[in-house]
């Protein structure tokens, strides 16, 4: 029963930040109608900055968190104006292909910068006791990753709700022509879509960099694809959807690691992704996505 | 109309022709012993590269369907031929490569093929970007299932010493160049033909290709299992150039070296560009050898210019200007004005 | 008030009266309708895009299809060609009904078409476009192109013979190494058409056929749609919102609003049919009648 309590803990804290990630990549998804491929590496760039700015430059840990946080927004725009934004109106093809090999550019960049090796992640100092609930002691880097992500989730479905600038957003994935005769700048608003999913990004580094101490350059990849495994798997599009899908998908992977690793060996890959395979095939709208009717 | 039909013949001639003037230069070498060990170590990789490349053009460029699990369906036909090619060699000893090679080709082709297929079934219900991720996740799976798997060595890799030929390189030589240029034969007929038309007319519009009666469910399933056969063959060539196949091998970076070389060759259905460019990519890098930790950093930059030069609608313009055909086009239209000149002369 | 006979009552109870082979031409009379379909819906959510659709077609007929814009006419041929499966109704092509068939067996069956946005296999040349048609009646298994037995060189040539012949009867033969998306726009709606035919159907579905045109290019495909239906010996169903076309061409002409059926007939019975004139200006003062 502890086992049970303490893996379902673990799931939702790795849900959490599988949860951010899977933000990213459905609000880009649903604004510019494309898998940027490259958004898990964002991730991977987040921890280099705070690595860089915290370790290399000592700066303080709030400083270096922040940096991590603005230079990856900025990274997202830049990404999405060199590669994305030529690209818009080609195949679809066309534009995942160049978002993989943004990937990895971004990858080959930082192997190159810091080497291959692992780097330790810095403490940023931000320090939460741990809980003791008696039956079971919760770990502070746990708490902190849940109640930031949560804190994340209201602020962005409130801005998505409630600010002129979330309603914009809304209006271009609901029809981006349509939006723009309203007077909506739509090359704005994608930016921003880029902006906000790569600061998301940032944040789940610093959870991701707590969690696992360590960060190499292919560090973003794998999360970077359970996190669009977990968007699929919510409806790609869908913001609630990407939040419900992290979750499962984290709690999917530690009950796997908790239960089945010791009998069957080391398959959780296979049970996540073979869900992934199910999933699309099943219900490629994801549980809260919706049906779109291809027009003949 | 018959100057056009041998023109499009043309193009897999010069393709064959390159294929067949690159194996004898290889022979040529190998044999005289002309070869750097540089280059000995490269041939096979080069010939199984140009046949992942090939067979991956056909799936992405012919049937417009992205794969980022082509190494996948590799590593099955390497793991099922090689252990079949090893179990034979263990029980009978004397068997020759001659014999056991062509066995392990085969059932490691139509493993991977019916990986293929399997993969290829539920993929009918996913399309695009979707797609290409089900295959993503499908080279992942059988990575991590191989690593779990004691029959095949799990993560140390299958022991494939015993059936690797001495000599390698000029061993297997013909042999590979053998199962190359049939296999391009072969993709190449497909191609041409009436079920390559139907298979480009589901890429350039599905909708269109059903109201004129293609099973397009049909196409795409085959060309998954064709596509796969290939790799899988490919698979089987990799392992007997080694003494083991590892697991960790046949990751998302091989499905993407193999994919740059695709893009980089030009997708679609003439398929010289990935040869040359299969060449090209598996020499380059070990040419220039220092450039090794800016190799996969090239690789990126190439495909994003690539994709950013030929699709971006901005570049339109220039890409028409570029073009052949726009070349020619403007070359007949001076002919024809002549022409018309003339012709008005005589009246 | 004399076409009221024509027009359906708007509870949709007592249809179509006389029977619906007020469409059918004379010529045609006392054959088997290529095409017959009865109480036709299908159901989008909540909302009834098509209802109560019946509609028969001769076999070498030119019927119309019209209607003001959102009125259901694509949808029509969407069901037509089962892309879209009907909520109630039955179709049955020659007699056999395509209820459960693929858009592709519907297509073998003898129902081709052209779309509203033209969907040409752009990077493929104007030859290859036609004979991706071809290959319902061309045949040469995958074993045969694999290793180019005989079939296959057979299958090859007659299908480029058959192509060029009927690019010829449509003077496109000089374009047939053109990549199918640098043809002219008209060019594209024409190969769209022969690319229909190839797949030699029984009934070709056209869909806004003359949209873009200018009004000599209109004349033109009056006459070779007229052209098509004598030399191929066809039924011709076809969208149009321009009304010289479809008054000048259609022998039979159904009118569809908000998907319904609200009339039927000859060009001149539509023509001064109220509940027509109605739905495409708009209601009248009943003062002034």
């Not at chain 2, 061993?171 to 497909?190: C, H, K, Y």
């Not at chain 2, 200007?321 to 022409?339: C, D, V, W």
């Not at chain 3, 209802?51 to 003001?68: K, R």
Request: charge should be positive.
């Amino acid at each position: 029963m502890t086992l049970l309590i303490e893996t379902l803990i673990q799931g939702i804290s790795l849900g959490s930040i599988y949860a951010l990630i899977a933000l990213g990549y459905t609000m880009v998804y649903g604004i510019a109608k494309m898998l940027n491929f490259a958004h898990g590496d964002v991730i991977m760039v987040g921890a280099y900055t705070i690595y860089t700015t915290i370790s290399l430059a000592h700066f303080p840990g709030w400083l270096g968190v922040l940096t991590s946080v603005v230079f990856c927004s900025v990274l997202g725009i830049v990404i999405e104006f060199l590669a994305y934004k030529p690209l818009r109106g080609a195949p679809s093809l066309n534009v995942l292909i160049t978002a993989i090999g943004i990937s990895y550019l971004l990858q080959n960049l930082a192997l190159l910068i810091f080497g291959g090796q692992q780097e330790d992640v810095p403490n940023t100092g931000i320090n939460v006791p741990s809980l003791d609930l008696g039956f079971v002691v919760v770990e502070g880097k746990v708490i902190f990753t849940i109640v930031l992500t949560v804190v994340l989730m209201i602020a962005l479905t409130l801005f998505i709700n409630k600010t002129k600038m979330g309603k914009a957003m809304r209006a271009v994935s609901e029809d981006k022509d349509a939006a723009r005769l309203m007077g909506i700048n739509v090359n704005r608003t994608i930016s921003l879509t880029f902006a906000i999913g790569s600061a998301l990004a940032a944040f789940a580094s610093l959870c991701y960099g707590m969690n696992y101490t360590y960060i190499k350059p292919t560090t973003g990849s794998m999360p970077g694809i359970k996190a669009f495994t977990a968007a699929v798997f919510g409806g790609i599009g869908s913001i609630p959807g990407a939040m419900l899908g992290g979750f499962g998908i984290g709690i999917l992977e530690k009950l796997s690691q908790a239960y089945i690793t010791p009998i069957f060996g080391e398959i959780t890959d296979v049970i996540v992704f073979g869900v992934l395979i199910i999933m699309l095939v099943v219900r490629p709208t994801g549980l809260l996505g919706k049906k779109i009717r291809e027009k003949v | 109309m018959k100057n056009m039909l041998s023109k499009i013949n043309r193009k897999d001639a010069l393709t064959l022709g390159v294929l067949v003037a690159m194996f004898l230069v290889f022979f040529v070498v190998l044999s005289t012993g002309m070869a750097s060990n540089q280059l000995k170590n490269m041939i096979i990789p080069m010939s199984y590269y140009i046949l992942l490349a090939i067979s991956l053009n056909l799936m992405v460029g012919v049937l417009g369907e992205l794969s980022l699990g082509h190494a996948g369906f590799m590593s099955v036909g390497a793991y099922v031929g090689c252990y079949v090619a090893v179990t034979l060699v263990e029980k009978y000893p004397s068997m020759p490569l001659a014999a056991y090679l062509p066995i392990a080709m085969v059932i490691g082709g139509l493993a991977a093929a019916a990986f293929g297929v399997i993969i290829g079934i539920p993929a009918l219900r996913v399309k695009g970007d979707y797609l290409a991720i089900v295959t993503l996740a499908f080279g992942e799976i059988v990575r991590t299932l191989v690593q779990n798997m004691s029959v095949f060595g799990g993560a140390l890799g299958l022991d494939t010493g015993d059936i690797r030929p001495k000599n390698t390189a000029l061993t297997l030589l013909p042999f590979t160049a053998a199962v190359v240029i049939l296999s391009a034969i072969l993709i190449m007929n497909l191609v041409r033909s009436k079920h390559g038309r139907s298979i480009m007319a589901i890429r350039d519009n599905r909708i269109a290709a059903e109201a004129c009666g293609i099973n397009v469910n049909f196409y795409k399933v085959a060309v998954f299992g064709i596509s796969a056969f290939f790799a899988g063959v490919a698979g089987v060539l990799y392992g007997h150039n080694f003494t083991i196949i590892k697991p960790e091998t046949f990751g998302f970076n091989m499905s993407i070296e193999i994919l740059v070389m695709v893009v980089l060759g030009g997708m679609g259905s003439n398929m010289l560009g990935s040869v040359v460019a299969a060449v090209v990519l598996t020499v380059l890098p070990e040419i220039l050898r220092d450039f090794q930790d800016y190799r996969m950093l090239i690789y990126s930059v190439m495909l994003v210019l690539i994709m950013l030069f030929t699709s971006a609608p901005a570049f339109a313009g220039i890409r028409e200007r570029l073009s052949l055909g726009f070349i020619k086009e403007k070359l007949t239209a001076k002919k024809k004005a002549k022409k018309k000149s003339k012709e008005g002369d005589g009246a | 008030m004399s076409n009221r006979n024509t027009i359906i009552s708007a509870n949709g109870t007592e249809m179509f009266s006389p029977p619906s082979n007020v469409l059918i031409p004379t010529r045609d009379e006392g054959k088997q309708p290529v095409l017959d379909v009865r109480g036709l819906g299908i159901d989008f959510g909540g909302l009834r895009a098509v209802d109560e659709f019946t509609i028969t077609v001769g076999p070498t007929e030119i019927a119309g299809l019209i209607g003001p814009n959102g009125a259901g006419k694509t949808t029509v041929f969407n069901l037509l060609t089962n892309v879209y499966k009907p909520t109630r109704g039955a179709i049955l092509l020659d007699g056999h009904p395509t209820a459960g068939k693929t858009v592709a067996q519907v297509n073998r069956m003898g129902i081709a078409r052209t779309f509203q946005n033209i969907r040409l296999f752009d990077q493929m040349t104007v030859l290859d476009n036609v004979r991706v048609g071809m290959g319902n009646n061309i045949h040469c298994n995958f074993a045969e192109s694999f290793l180019r037995l005989p079939r296959h060189f057979k299958a090859e040539k007659r299908s480029t013979e058959r192509a060029l012949e009927l690019l010829s009867i449509f003077n496109m033969e000089s374009e047939a190494y053109t990549l199918a998306g640098n043809l002219p726009y008209g060019a594209q709606r024409r190969l769209e058409i022969i690319r229909a035919l190839a797949t030699e159907p029984k009934v070709l579905l056209l869909d806004e056929p003359a949209a873009g045109m200018n009004p000599s290019e209109t004349v033109a495909l009056m006459e070779s749609i007229r052209s098509i239906r004598d030399t191929f010996g066809i039924a011709i169903m076809l969208i149009e919102h321009d009304m010289n076309l479809v008054m000048g061409v259609c022998e039979g002409i159904a009118v569809l609003n908000f998907g319904k059926l609200i009339a039927k007939g000859t060009p001149d019975q539509i023509k001064n049919n109220e509940a027509v004139i109605e739905a495409y200006l708009g209601r009248q003062e009943k003062k002034e009648a």
